[in-house]
């Protein structure tokens, strides 16, 4: 991966009123590198992501995107970044090209003709250019969204949850070519509520009521949580589950197909949670926790911050 | 690092054609635009070709002689004036002018009669609410022609003598509460300004705030747009807007009211191009101020009732009190107004147009600047 970092902010902080919606976030995302930003409903992602490319203004907070100081530089900054907004926010009753039009003589594209048909040609919405934008299904939305922020070639994406709705073949399209950007040398901050597009990003932050709780590759998160969890089959896993909720040391107990994970922090505690059904007809077995497990125990925790 | 980025032609083009679709797309909002100025159009042209009779006017009657009689007979005779009561004096008949009971006081002096056959043209003094013009002018105006034909039957044999002098009666008019005494020709020209201020500040007035409400604004500030470029580009294709409506006025003005048409066509054509862009600034401003949709008709409604109150269409510019006309000279519709009487009906060319014209262009470079600097270029 490069060394150059293409985001590197530190302290980056946005109140509205008296709620914090981001706290003193640090983020550092090497050039070529693909970022989760994982977090629950509420917890500050799209608040950062317009932080970073100008959007609003941080209350404290400096650093660079791109070379470029975030705080006072956001004009040379938006020229080079691509963000695709949460919500569909292009013009309804323009058309599929109309819109990709606009965008493209909004930056300023030399070959705009030739750059709009070749996106349109990609999207496969050859024979639907002409539709309106607003007549289109949510999850074409979101492909034309896409395609319109990376029409200019950015540099760097802001993508404030890209595939929600889309079809499982178009996300899986959507993160080959990803991947191929990133390898070309594009970096991608890409905001997800989705694990297993988590899995597929180089490195993951994790951020909880506006406070990053955690940075890493998915290895280095699920490993620095250490979290225990147990996989067991056997007869009336619901009732088992509601056993062990509430037994000291267990965290979370999730059906899983025909299995029921049990997790928790200690693993000490979750033996010792676990044992009074360890007989015959249950069968356990330890398992690596996976990142959902690691989510859901990272949005569990008390307010107060990381404790590892 | 200086992060100054130059305002591009191609980013300004891009809004102008985006605000152009939209504008083509937005049936409804085409509509209106069209069909406010033929409302108004329609209903001002109804006030304009009625001929309003029986029209309550008192009497100050100081004579018994015949030709008083005479007089007041073919008055009423003529329809267009309905006596509804006798006043004992002057004051008496001012203030039922004042409070509406009655739009003319005819007042006929003491030894009327006497006078008349003496061949003194004794006077007949007619006071006329004048406020609403159109009501009043046509009554006004068959006074002369009403009272020569009634006294041609008393004046024969051998008072014949009388009728040959020029007018046997000094008719006295005195038109109250509007001087100027604003013609049918005045309004509609006036109405171009008015229908252009009503139209083009709301429309602009709704851009910035449309785009908030819809979402599009995130879209639209996470690109490296300047104020400027958004702003101008918005109020680019709207200048066509107006452009239509003052040509369907124009047209209608010709061969619905007979307007006549003293001056130049294309120099009024140029200069309604620096009012309706001054007007179409002064609607972006508001939207960069507004919250959202409803506080911006708001404000364009708040714009509008004093320009349509005080900028002389609706009242004599002379004669409101000083601080109205103040806030009036402060307007664009002010301006035009002035601009476009004097092309229209006096015939008046650049030179005479240039002196109202620049405090237009000043009108909406400062609305320009007003709102470039309260564009918000985040979302907070
Ligand atoms: N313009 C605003 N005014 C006031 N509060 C806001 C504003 N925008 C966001 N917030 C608050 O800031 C917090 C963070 O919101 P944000 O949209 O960043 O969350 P998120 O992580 O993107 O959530 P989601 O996953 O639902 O998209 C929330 O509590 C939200 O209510
Ligand atoms: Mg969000």
Not at chain 2, 150 to 178: C, E, R
Request: net charge neutral.
């Amino acid at each position: 991966m490069a060394s150059e970092l293409a985001i590197d902010v530190h302290g980056m902080t946005k109140r509205f009123g008296k709620h914090i919606a981001v706290n003193d976030v640090a983020l550092q995302v090497g050039s070529g590198e693909i970022c989760g930003f994982l977090g629950p409903n509420g917890s500050g992602k799209t608040t950062f992501i317009r932080m970073l490319c100008g959007l609003l203004k941080a209350d404290a907070g400096s650093g660079t995107c791109l070379g470029f100081d975030v705080i006072t530089e956001s004009e040379d900054i938006k020229r080079q970044v691509g963000y695709m907004t949460q919500r569909f926010s292009f013009y309804e009753d323009l058309s599929i090209s109309e819109n990709l039009d606009f965008v493209a003589r909004m930056y300023s594209l030399g070959n705009r003709h030739t750059a709009v048909n070749a996106s349109i040609e990609k999207l496969g919405l050859v024979e639907r250019r002409n539709q309106l934008a607003g007549e289109l299904s949510g999850g074409w939305k979101q492909r034309l969204a896409l395609a319109a922020c990376m029409l200019h070639e950015p540099k760097l994406l802001l993508l404030d949850e890209p595939t929600a709705g889309v079809d499982p073949k178009a996300r899986r399209e959507f993160w080959e070519e990803i991947h191929q950007l990133a390898a070309q040398g594009l970096t991608f901050l890409i905001a997800t509520h989705y694990m297993d597009e988590a899995e597929r990003c180089h490195r993951l932050a994790f951020i909880s009521n506006g406070t990053l709780l955690i940075r890493g590759t998915v290895r280095e998160v699920i490993d620095e949580t250490h979290l225990t969890t147990w996989s067991v089959s056997g007869p009336d896993l619901l009732n088992l589950a509601r056993q062990l909720r509430d037994v000291p040391g267990i965290e979370q107990t999730v059906p899983f197909g025909n299995t029921l994970r049990v997790s928790g922090n200690d693993p000490e505690a979750v033996e010792n949670a676990i044992s009074p059904h360890r007989n015959s007809s249950y069968n356990w077995r330890p398992v690596d926790s996976s990142l959902e497990d690691v989510f859901i125990h990272l949005m569990n925790k008390p307010k107060d911050g990381p404790s590892s | 690092m200086i992060s100054k980025v130059g305002i591009s032609p191609s980013r300004f083009w891009a809004m102008v054609v985006k605000e152009f679709i939209q504008m083509r797309r937005d049936r409804v909002t085409f509509a209106i635009m069209v069909g406010i100025p033929l409302i108004q159009l329609t209903l001002f042209g109804f006030a304009i070709n009625s001929d309003p009779r029986h029209l309550p006017a008192a009497m100050i009657i100081n004579d018994n002689g015949p030709m008083a009689r005479t007089v007041l007979y073919s008055l009423q005779n003529s329809t267009y004036f309905d006596f509804v009561r006798q006043v004992g004096t002057e004051a008496e008949g001012r203030k039922i002018l004042e409070r509406g009971e009655a739009q003319f006081v005819i007042n006929v002096p003491e030894n009327f009669t006497r006078d008349l056959l003496r061949g003194n043209r004794p006077s007949i003094l007619i006071e006329a609410d004048a406020t609403d013009p159109s009501a009043t002018s046509n009554a006004l105006g068959s006074l002369r022609s009403l009272l020569d034909t009634a006294l041609q039957n008393d004046l024969k044999g051998p008072l014949s003598y009388l009728s040959s002098v020029t007018g046997p009666i000094d008719l006295q008019i005195h038109a109250l509460y509007n001087p100027e005494a604003n013609t049918q020709y005045n309004i509609v020209p006036g109405l171009m300004g008015v229908v252009l201020t009503m139209t083009t500040v709301m429309i602009t007035a709704l851009a910035i705030t449309r785009e908030l409400e819809s979402g599009t604004m995130e879209n639209l500030l996470s690109m490296p747009t300047r104020p400027v470029e958004v702003l101008v580009g918005k109020i680019v294709p709207y200048i066509l807007v107006g452009y239509i409506q003052l040509l369907l006025i124009l047209t209608a003005a010709h061969f619905l009211f007979h307007v006549p048409m003293v001056g130049s066509l294309v120099l009024l054509l140029a200069v309604a191009f620096v009012f309706i862009t001054a007007n179409l600034a002064m609607g972006i401003t508001f939207s960069t101020i507004a919250k959202n949709q409803r506080q911006a008709i708001q404000m364009a409604f708040f714009f509008f009732l004093p320009s349509i109150l005080l900028s002389g269409f609706m009242f004599p510019f002379r004669g409101m009190p000083q601080w109205a006309q103040m806030i009036g000279e402060l307007l664009p519709l002010t301006h035009f107004l002035r601009i476009v009487r004097g092309i229209v009906l006096k015939g008046n060319g650049l030179v005479d147009v240039l002196a109202q014209l620049w405090q237009i262009v000043l009108f909406a470079v400062i609305a320009v600047t007003i709102g470039v600097k309260r564009y918000r270029r985040t979302l907070d």
